[in-house]
């Protein structure tokens, strides 16, 4: 795929992830855009689902192929998809990062940073922080 093409396409995918639009999403999934691909910033796809609490999104990207741990690097978007979801207390988007694989116990920063219990803990997110800890005890 051309440059120019993927270009198009991840914006497509962004703006769909931005404006809630899980049909959107999909129809660009389908169109041959890469659930990996990140913007200009290095943030990814599945980060920005997540942060966002689209819970129908998140699925669809960990379906299409998107790593369930890889670290956003964006500009204030830095971290992983699970940690995103647990800050703002995205339990629905929590629950399907785990149920696709993502690690409860993995550090963001390169494993320098806060877990995902520690971001919902300190949010307070209490049902988020009850799912993460039983995940972390599994």
Known sequence: MKQRERKKLTRRLFHAIRAGDPAGARAVLRAGA?????NGEGTTLLYTAAVQGEAEIVRLLLAAGASPDAESEGIGAEGTPLCAAACWGHTEAVRV????????????????????????GNGPHPETAALLTAAAGA
């Open 97 to 120: 990062l785990l149920a696709h694989g993502a690690d409860p116990d993995l550090r963001e920063d390169h494993g320098t940073g806060w877990t995902p219990l520690q971001w919902a």
């Open 34 to 38: 890469h659930p990996e691909w990140t």
